[in-house]
């Protein structure tokens, strides 16, 4: 083993020790985030005592799970975060409707190259896609770092998933990483730092590799990165951000795993856990009810206009009903502007207001007991979307796109144009 | 076993852990919060609480008086979440070995497991650190201390 990773790189300079695998170290955050769950977070704040958070500037809180309020307590949790808000001084307060926490931090600018960031949300290893070192947290955790800027980290193994080969026709990155799910399995990556390398991950754009590095949780992961490139440069320059990239040493990482995607068919995950991974086809006399295009993992404008281009002047089968949840306010009014919304409200979608939407069944959106979804959404749990007697299918915005016009789970290939 | 099937995402509006406390598992057991008695033990296989981040995961398991999750493995956040509430967690690779309805003694601190069905396992004991966050009750007892006030004194 030589070098060190970028997992240890970015501990080392957060705690100020040589991290080494397998240390706990103590670090300083540099960018702490919450959505609603803010409200448990502040109870815990409250009973520990603290008075002040550490450093208000580093604090960022977004409503998404439940914007605008669906029940009188999701309102109630609403109006105690906003007054704890105010009191403490927290300025990066997205409360109305702006989007997905991890879509809206970025766009913000809230996101750097080479940081530590923890949110109290499983999927805040979408940073990674960054560059950052980004994890998720519980809220009483949450509630030590906001008091005292510090939380204990376990410096991780780093396994690296190298991809190669041309993006098949019909494929998305999502399609890559729910193959590669379905290969380590959902605890294949437990406890580790996924790398994204080779390839096919360079020709991505950032917002495909946003979709590898959320759904790192779902093999386990404590973190997933892709590292910077001009692209992601590009990207945090437009937003006023930037950041000191880090990268890995040469043979720093514990485990590999190579993938070759010149052969790649379009996937699914099957209920009821991520890494039940079937080729689309193999699915296709499953009916749907619904179909979810949105969510932290595939809300974006590249999915948006990816599911535009199938759909556009036809319409959804009369069977399905198709379920559009722009990831923020900016995607969705990109997505008027080039028509992109236009064509998808042609073809019958419901188009909902930014947000998390139907993903975690907590706001619109819910199933029957004995109904059916495809979603690009990231979890496909029972009881995940609604009744826990529904069953729900997860795979990439073509092929919710492609089930939407059938209904029935179809590989886009059979219909696109 | 999911943090989704531990407590559902449409519950989690609710802020009051001993009436959210009585959804606990029923998507996969509906009669589980009723079921279970004071002191008992959860026990599990592989990735137990993988997925959501959600804190009333293991926040409603303690509520009901589940004394201890033993399993094969735990996801992360899951692992950290319930040693920041004080609910015990032991990763143990024999967990399959505990049959419904032993009673089972943990040394959390030597890290050794019994059961009456007569098994004789280990697991590696948590760090002296963690191990005193389970022992004070959790994470917020234990910075409740950094954070007390001082005394009123002279200040001299």
């Not at chain 2, 094969?72 to 399959?96: H, K, Q, T």
């Amino acid at each position: 083993m030589s070098g060190r990773s970028f997992a240890q790189k970015v501990l080392s300079r957060a705690s100020g020790c040589d991290a080494a695998v397998g240390d706990t170290v103590v670090a300083k955050v540099d960018l702490a985030m919450s959505h609603e769950n803010a409200a448990l977070v502040s109870s815990k704040f409250r009973e520990m005592g603290a008075e002040r958070i550490w450093d208000p500037s580093r604090v960022v809180l977004v409503f998404d799970h439940r914007m605008p309020a669906n029940t009188v307590s999701a309102a109630e949790g609403h109006r105690r975060v906003r007054l704890f808000a105010e009191e403490m001084g927290v300025e990066s307060f997205y409360q109305h409707g702006e989007g997905i926490c991890h879509q809206v931090l970025p766009e913000m600018g809230h996101v750097r190259s080479g940081d530590l960031i923890v949110g109290s949300d499983s999927h805040t290893t979408t940073y990674g896609a960054f560059g950052a070192f980004a994890t998720g947290i519980g809220a009483t955790e949450m509630a030590a770092v906001w008091a005292t800027g510090e939380l204990w980290f376990r410096v991780p193994e780093t396994l690296r998933i190298q991809i190669d080969g041309g993006m098949p026709s019909g494929c998305m990155s999502k399609d890559v990483v729910l193959k590669a799910i379905g290969e380590l399995g959902a605890d294949g990556a437990d406890y580790c730092c996924v790398e994204y390398t080779g390839g096919t991950v360079d020709d991505m754009s950032v917002s495909s590799r946003m979709v590898l590095c959320n759904m790192a949780i779902e093999m386990g992961a404590k973190a997933g990165v892709c590292f910077p490139d001009e692209k992601t440069r590009q990207y945090l320059e437009e937003r006023g951000s930037g950041g000191d990239e880090l990268f890995s040493d040469e043979g720093s990482a514990q485990r590999r795993h190579l993938m070759d995607v010149s052969n790649l068919v379009p996937q699914v995950a099957a209920p009821h856990s991520v890494d039940n991974v079937l080729p689309a086809d193999e699915l296709r006399d499953v009916a749907v009810d619904q179909a979810v295009l949105g969510s932290c993992t595939n809300g974006r404008l590249e999915d948006l206009q990816a599911a535009a281009a199938l759909l556009k002047g036809r319409k959804v089968s009369a069977s399905t009903r198709l379920i559009v949840v722009p990831a923020s306010r900016e995607t969705a009014l990109q997505a008027m502007e080039d028509g992109t919304m236009q064509a998808l409200m042609e073809a019958g979608a419901i188009v909902t207001n930014p947000g998390c939407g139907p993903c975690l069944g907590a706001h619109q959106g819910l199933l029957a007991a004995g109904e059916t979804a495809i979603a690009s959404t990231n979890r496909n749990f029972r009881g995940r979307m609604g009744s826990p007697d529904a069953e729900v299918y997860l795979a990439s915005p073509l092929t919710v796109a492609a089930s939407a016009l059938t209904g029935r789970i179809t590989d886009p290939r059979e219909v696109m144009r | 076993m999911n943090t989704d099937l531990i407590i559902p995402g449409r519950y989690l509006d609710n802020y009051d852990i001993a009436s959210l406390a009585k959804h606990a598992m029923e998507d996969i057991d509906p009669g589980f919060a009723s079921k279970v008695a004071e002191g008992d033990v959860i026990v599990a296989g592989r990735n137990f609480g993988c997925g959501s981040s959600r804190e009333q995961a293991p926040l409603v398991l303690k509520e009901l008086g589940v004394g201890a999750v033993v399993a094969e493995s735990f996801a992360r956040i899951f692992y950290r979440n319930a040693i920041n509430v004080g609910l015990p967690v032991v990763a143990c690779a024999d967990a399959s070995l505990i049959e419904d309805g032993d009673t089972v003694e943990i040394d959390l601190a030597a890290g050794t497991l019994s059961s009456s069905s007569g098994l004789e396992s280990g697991f590696p004991p948590l760090p002296p650190k963690l191990l005193e966050i389970l022992e004070k009750g959790g994470l917020v007892s234990a910075l409740k201390e950094r954070f007390r006030p001082c005394r009123p004194g002279t200040g001299r």
